[in-house]
Each structure stands twice: as C-alpha cells, then as structure tokens.
C-alpha cells in the first residue's frame, strides 16, 4: 500500500466553488510525503509560480516571497511529475484535505485536465481527529497533542506534511490502515 501525504502553500484561501476560476487563489508550494510499508519512501517539494504577485500577508504566514516564486516552473510544467508522484497511491492524507484537494482541482482546471491519479481513498486529518480532540483541531493543535511537544510551524508545504506524518506514524494510523 502507497500513501501521499500532502499540504499546499497558496496565494490565499479558497473561494466558493462558484467563484470564477481566474479569482481563485493559486499554489505556490506543493509538499508531498510518500509513506510505503508505514515507512518514509520519498518526499517531494515544488515552488511553483503562481503567474501574479502574491501578498506580503502570504510572505508574512509562509517567508515565501515574489523574488523566490520568480523563475520557478509554472503548475502546468510540474503536472507530470506531481501524476507520477501521486500515481498509484491508494490512499492520500492532508491536515485540511477539503483545501488542499481543492486547490489542485482548481490548478488541474488551468490546465484542462479532468483526471488525476487521485488516490481511492482521500483521509483529512482535521476530520479524523476531531472526535478524539473535541473540535477541528489546527495542525499546531493536533501536533503538540500527539507528540508531546510544540509544532515549529512554518506553514511550509513540506514541513507541514511531514509533521502529519509524524503524527500518523507515532499514533500508528498506518497500522490501522496497512499502509
């Protein structure tokens, strides 16, 4: 069994999904952890330049700014690779799955791409934690309850999927699933 674990760093927050598509935030920062046998088998991390300038709240909340986004591949460029990333993968994993599947449903629009290798099975975190923790909990929230110690957020593609991961993996999630 093949698991991605995967966070998106964007120039804003979703918009309702009747929004038109070009008012829609853009990725800029894709982290993926690739988990096989309850083990860490890869990790990927892609700058992605969102074709507009973003905020300086986004730079404030990420560090990422303009200058590191300038000469990056556009998402469309990085499509193959991000396919044979998440290509076979049974399940997929994200804090706040409903967001991050959202952005890419909004990128792969750009590119007039109707199918992906999603995986069968997309888990939220958030949601599946929320029972046990009493309410949603935030990444930071869910981290410190699991791990016993705090979060260094750094709202970082990367950084943020591989604190999932170490979630999952210290709370035996993948034995649950036979990941």
Not at 141 to 155: C, D, F, I, K, S
Request: glycine fraction near 8%.
């Amino acid at each position: 069994m093949k698991a991605v674990i995967f966070d998106t760093e964007t120039t804003g927050l979703l918009l309702p999904s009747k929004a038109p598509l070009e008012k829609q935030p853009r990725i800029i920062e894709l982290g993926v952890i690739v988990v096989e046998d309850g083990k860490l088998a890869g990790e990927h991390n892609w700058l992605i330049y969102p074709e507009c300038e973003i905020s300086a709240e986004i730079t404030k909340i990420t560090g990422i700014t303009n200058e590191d986004l300038q000469g990056k591949p556009l998402f469309r460029q990085l499509l193959a690779e991000t396919e044979e990333v998440f290509g076979g993968s049974d399940i997929g994993i994200a804090h706040n799955a409903p967001f991050d599947v959202g952005m890419l449903t909004n990128e792969l629009k750009r590119c007039g791409r109707t199918g992906f290798p999603w995986p069968t099975e997309i888990i939220c975190t958030a949601q599946e934690y929320t029972p046990v923790m009493g309410k949603r909990p935030r990444l930071i929230n869910l981290y410190e309850y699991v791990m016993g110690r705090p979060l260094a957020q750094t709202h970082r593609a990367s950084d943020d999927a591989m604190a999932v991961f170490e979630v999952l993996q210290k709370d035996k999630f993948f034995d649950q699933l036979g990941v």
